[in-house]
């Protein structure tokens, strides 16, 4: 498959365990955050979003919370499944104006060993 | 059907050619973008349209030029391919605001020798 991270930092979870995947962004101008998920030879595809009005948004196994006093940014997927294993990216938006930019981390590999 | 494909996946060419990827989408979204991606640097915004007239530079167009065929219609060309333009690319589309939900195509690897 596509590799798309050499170097990036791998979470090993075992099967049936929760994860937390972590993000770390830098500008406080940032209104609204995207996790996506990235399998081995596909593009990014989406997870969840969370406004920077909010703290913590819930989806299908998966939570997203905020903490803006830090900048942080982190993804709970529960009961990890092996169909979890992908590179999950998170992206933080900033607008200006009537402009918004889209600025994507590098990627956390998940593997999930059974 | 895939609602955003990508052509080619695959291209091996040599330094100096000119080369084309081609971007399609049926999901009738107004707005597409242009990403390269390389190890360890995410994902960087090369050109974005906003609809057919409207054409923005993101943060690493040089070496690159885009057309804005239609609008589901999205091209990116490499005037004259250099080794550094090496990278998997991908194409996205979203709805009405650039912070909506990004869907992007299968990629196209592109090796420049």
């Known amino acids: 498959g596509e590799s798309v991270g050499l170097h990036l930092p791998t979470l090993s979870v075992q099967e049936g365990d929760n994860s937390i995947i972590n993000c770390a962004y830098s500008n406080s101008a940032s209104d609204y955050f995207i996790w996506y998920k990235q399998e081995s030879g596909k593009g990014p595809q989406f997870i969840i979003d969370i406004r920077s009005n909010m703290d913590k948004r819930q989806g299908q196994r998966v939570t997203v919370l905020l903490n803006k006093t830090v900048k942080h940014l982190s993804l709970q997927i529960a009961a990890t499944q092996p169909g979890d294993s992908a590179v999950y990216f998170c992206a933080e938006n900033i607008r200006t104006g009537t402009a918004s930019k889209l600025t994507f981390g590098t990627g956390t590999r998940l593997q999930v060993t059974l | 059907d895939a609602d955003v494909t990508q052509t080619p996946r695959n291209r091996i060419t040599k330094t100096g050619k000119r080369i084309m990827l081609e971007c399609s989408q049926t999901?009738?979204?107004?707005?597409m973008y242009w990403y390269r991606q390389d190890p360890g640097l995410g994902l960087r915004l090369i050109y974005y349209?906003?609809?057919?007239?409207?054409?923005n530079k993101g943060e690493i167009s040089d070496g690159y030029s885009v057309s804005r065929q239609a609008q589901a219609k999205f091209s990116l060309s490499l005037e004259s391919a250099i080794p550094n333009q090496t990278a998997l690319y991908f194409c996205?589309?979203?709805?009405?605001?650039?912070?909506?939900?990004?869907?992007f195509g299968p990629g196209t690897r592109l090796t420049v020798t």
């Open positions: 349209s906003f609809d057919v007239k409207d054409i």
């Open positions: 999901k009738g979204h107004d707005r």
């Open positions: 996205a589309t979203s709805d009405t605001n650039l912070e909506d939900e990004q869907y």
